[in-house]
């Protein structure tokens, strides 16, 4: 099935409608043991170890082991409701996720658009285009911390634009940091989004279109008629996707900031970091998580109906 | 209809635009490369300078041999900066062997189960999502008690211990791509395979298996690609013995003159060259990779 579509349907009817045998049931569960059992280990022990913690006071540099921690009660709920800096994280995040997704799926259809004709080194151009993706994160944000160096080619290409030498410590500036960290994001991540928008609008048959302007219709009106709809359970899954990934963002803001100046870039996951392993406050880091999965776990609920329509 | 003119004119509009993104997609690449040849003087200079003025290649000299980085060290600031001086070479053993044998646990256990899942709805109905939510919450929710856990099972800064890390989050990596492949084995062959006298092992072993064999391979890229390129956990479950390259490229930063970019840089474009290398050969199955399966490029 390499037409762009999703995964279909009948296979599964199919077993549904010869059904494994009783012992076959058995006999598949027990192949996902493995998986199971390193899940539970290593995701659903820490998450009921995080749920303990957070209703207790433990700090590491007390000495205390953490089994030994005292009962805190709704103490560390309270505290992270009145604590602006973590407010300030989780809006932050969604900041950069509803900013980053926005301009990489605009700039994505924006570029799909131009590769849907055949011309002469449209592989090339591709091959260049997904070269971001393809960046260790850590290395792309080094880059970026260079080019936006204060004697770094951005603002270079700013002083020759404006005509005039141009200084800005790009990263030291609270109201300026951000930019730099969405431009990473948006620099390494539109080049998927430019590979799914291309695989769905080439999903959809060329004849269709190429009808509707013989038909008369304006190319606009056949994107926005045609193509548009078509693609649109595609679009969708590329949104959700990258939406989940970018709420996680780490690694460039380490790199860049490390959430600084002050707490100005502070992502979530960047404020349970500096919140665990820089002060240490591992009970509230623990509560906070707790509300970060609650959040999580309800916007997956949200999105499962879209998705499990997609994989049956 | 059609004006030739009109044609021509958007021809080269088009080419405008796709030059442009080229060229915003080379630059980054281009100023990490470029650095890493460019010699201290050069690092930061102002006016910078887009091409070396004298490559060199003793950003790669102090990254490869302790020698040059103690000369380096010695020569910058008097005082020996014990993370500059240490060689990338056991960064690039640990990667390598840390990546490999995650990946290679992640694919098996990832195959096995995608393929009960599959055919035999093992695990039940909900597994293959419950999978899915520890791809969706942020790893450091889960990473102050996986500091502890592993404290309590003696895996901090050990192999085995980023190994199972890694192993557990690319899972649902290895699952969801590995079964989007099996789902285009036509499950009559399987069944030709039962009536014809295999058991349940031999048809998996030798029908299913050979057929996916492409996808496990791709499967094994992909997940290379994610454990080599891991930051946070070798981060957070480590503390100086088990370096990563990752961890590697941010260590090299000295007391007196802060991040020394081209070393950085050095270390970089070595590290992800592997990277660029693998993704280049998945590149039809990058976005199935990436969608977790949804989307077959």
């Known amino acids: 099935m390499r037409d762009g579509t999703l995964a279909l349907e009948p296979r599964r009817q199919l077993i549904r409608a010869t059904g494994p045998v009783r012992s076959d049931i058995g006999w598949g569960n027990r192949l996902t043991w493995p998986a199971q059992l390193l899940l539970l280990v290593f995701v659903l022990v820490p998450t009921i170890v995080v749920v303990w913690l957070s209703f207790t006071d433990w700090q590491p540099t007390d000495r205390t082991p953490w089994y030994q921690a005292g ?3 709704w103490d560390n709920f309270v505290e992270l409701a009145g604590d602006q800096r973590f407010l300030g994280a ?6 950069i996720v509803v900013v980053s997704t926005a301009v990489e799926l605009g700039l994505a259809v924006l570029l799909a658009l131009l590769f849907l004709e055949e011309w002469a080194w449209k592989k090339f151009a591709v091959t260049v285009l997904l070269l971001p993706m393809m960046i260790v994160p850590v290395d792309a944000a080094n880059a970026f911390f260079m080019l936006f160096n204060e004697h770094g ?3 270079q290409i700013i002083g020759w634009i404006m005509q005039r030498p141009f200084q800005f410590a790009w990263l030291a500036n609270p109201q300026w940091a951000l930019t730099p960290i969405l431009l990473v994001e948006i620099w390494q991540w539109t080049p998927l989004m430019f590979l799914l928008v ?5 999903g959809v048959s060329r004849t269709q279109w190429r009808a509707a302007l013989a038909l008369g219709a304006s190319p606009f009106y056949a994107f926005r008629r045609i193509i548009l709809p078509l693609s649109l359970p595609l679009l969708t899954v590329a949104v959700l996707i990258r939406s989940i990934e970018t709420f996680k963002i780490f690694d460039a803001i380490y790199i860049l900031t490390r959430g600084g100046p002050g707490a100005a870039t502070e992502s979530v996951s960047m404020f349970m970091y500096n919140g665990g392993f820089v002060y240490f406050r591992m009970a509230y880091i623990a509560a906070a998580a707790l509300l970060v999965l609650l959040l999580v776990i309800s916007l997956c609920l949200a999105v499962q109906k879209p998705l499990l329509e997609r994989h049956g | 209809m059609v004006n030739p003119h009109r044609t021509r004119l958007l021809a080269a509009f088009r080419r405008l635009i796709v030059l442009m993104a080229m060229g915003f997609a080379l630059l980054p690449v281009f100023w990490l490369v470029s650095t890493s040849f460019k010699s201290y003087e050069e690092w930061a200079s102002s006016p910078p300078h ?5 490559p060199t290649l003793q950003n790669y000299r ?8 103690r000369q380096f060290a010695a020569h910058q600031s008097g005082s020996l900066d014990y993370k500059v001086s240490g060689s990338a070479w056991s960064a690039f053993g640990n990667s390598a062997l840390v990546a490999t044998a995650a990946t290679f646990l992640s694919v098996t256990f990832g195959t096995l189960a995608a393929y009960g899942i599959s055919r035999f709805r093992g695990g039940g109905r909900g597994f293959a999502f419950r999978l899915l939510t520890v791809r969706m919450f942020p790893p450091i929710a889960v990473v102050v008690p996986m500091v502890v856990l592993f404290s ?17 989050f690319t899972l649902p990596f290895s699952v969801w791509m590995i079964r989007s492949f099996i789902e285009e084995v036509p499950i009559d062959l399987e069944l030709a395979g039962r009536v014809h006298g295999y058991g349940r092992w031999q ?3 030798l029908i299913s298996l050979p057929l996916i064999r492409g996808g496990i391979l791709a499967t094994s890229l992909f997940v290379f690609i994610l454990n080599w390129s891991e930051f946070l956990f070798a981060l957070v479950l480590t503390s100086g013995h088990v370096v990563t390259v990752t961890l590697q490229v941010a260590n090299y930063v000295s007391a007196s003159s802060g991040k020394l970019y081209g070393v950085q840089a050095a270390m970089g474009t070595i590290s992800t060259i592997p990277v660029i290398l693998f993704g280049f050969l998945i590149q039809g199955h990058l976005a199935r990779g990436l969608t977790l399966g949804a989307v077959h490029g």
């Open chain 1, 71 to 73: 009962w805190n009660g």
């Open chain 1, 90 to 95: 989780v809006l932050r995040t969604l900041a």
């Open chain 1, 153 to 155: 080619p951005v603002n």
């Open chain 1, 198 to 202: 291309l695989t769905a609008f080439l």
């Open chain 2, 50 to 54: 887009w091409l070396p003025q004298n």
């Open chain 2, 62 to 69: 102090i990254v490869f041999a302790p020698e040059a980085a």
């Open chain 2, 152 to 168: 309590l099972l003696r895996l901090t800064d050990t192999h085995l211990g980023l190994i199972l890390a890694y192993t557990t």
């Open chain 2, 203 to 205: 048809v998996f072993t």
